[in-house]
């Protein structure tokens, strides 16, 4: 069971719940049946258990080397042949669950997953580390109406939220590792732009993803957004306006962190609740 535990911890539990939540959300909305929206979120889970353990294993020589105390893989708590092999082998569950669902959906979802397992293995020490979270998930929302029975990729303004929520998780996730990732020799876009640039940046890219959802929908008519709409989209400006004045003011902390963790949450949430106009 220890060792279990320590296997879990380095899926990177926390992300791995909140993106799997986010796809069964827009299968919800989409109006998926029961053994698709099933399918659904265990391929999405297994991807993103793939995903956190094959970014631990990558990483366990460079955490090693600065101290990561909280990494069960780098403290030897997990063997690393063990995190390989359970890391590929959640890959292929990801890949046979969503076979059934369609091979757009396999498709989209093999790309997701291969742009991710590209980032953890080098092209997060490159300018372009922020590659694979655009594109990732500006694919993300089409998962669930590929999906469907009458299969649909989501539609611009989805894809576009998509992007914007993952430039922003990748902008502000790797700001609390920046003096560690420098000592051992990673540099992506984050780590180039530094911390404050980072955070404003991500914060505008929520409010630009924010406004996507707001006015894509109706097809850029404001009179036809909702009461709803407005709710989250405010909610979502407020964060990110405070985000970037915090920035501006004020020497960076980890608040700007929370900030901007909260603010694609809440775009994150302003998806899925516009998520029955998915493909429109």
Do not use: C
């Not at 992300?15 to 053994?35: K, S």
């Not at 922020?130 to 500006?138: A, E, S, T």
């Not at 430039?167 to 051992?184: E, G, I, K, M, Y």
Request: overall charge positive; hydrophobic content about 60%.
């Amino acid at each position: 069971m220890p060792t279990v535990r320590a296997l879990w911890g380095s899926t990177h539990p926390g992300p791995t719940l909140v993106v799997t939540a986010l796809g069964l959300g827009l299968g919800i909305a989409v109006g998926l049946e029961p053994w698709r929206l099933a399918l659904l979120g265990a391929a999405v889970f297994a991807g993103q258990v793939s995903i956190g353990l094959s970014n631990d294993a990558f990483d366990a020589a460079r955490d090693r080397a600065v101290g990561r105390v909280d990494k069960p893989i780098a403290r030897g708590d997990v063997p690393i042949g063990l995190a390989w092999s359970t890391a590929f082998a959640a890959l292929l569950v990801a890949l046979v669950l969503s076979a059934p669902l369609g091979w757009r959906m396999l498709a989209a979802h093999a790309l997701f997953l291969g742009l991710a397992w590209a980032y953890n293995g080098g092209l997060k020490s490159t300018g372009a580390s922020i590659v694979p979270f655009l594109v990732g998930f500006g694919v993300f929302p089409s998962l669930a109406p590929l999906a469907a029975a009458d299969p649909a990729p989501a539609s611009a303004w989805a894809s576009i939220a998509g992007a914007s929520l993952g430039a922003a998780v990748h902008l502000t996730n790797v700001l609390p590792d920046l003096d560690d990732d420098a000592r051992t020799g990673v540099s992506g876009l984050p780590h180039r732009l530094g911390v404050r640039a980072s955070a404003v940046t991500a914060a505008i890219s929520v409010l630009g993803g924010a406004l996507a959802v707001l006015l894509g929908p109706v097809g850029g008519d404001i009179a036809g957004v909702t009461l709803l709409a407005w709710v989250f989209f405010g909610a979502v400006a407020v964060v990110a306006v405070a985000t970037v004045g915090l920035a501006v003011a004020r020497r960076p902390s980890r608040v700007l962190f929370r900030l901007v963790m909260t603010s694609a949450l809440l775009l994150a949430a302003q998806l899925v609740a516009s998520g029955s106009d998915l493909t429109v």
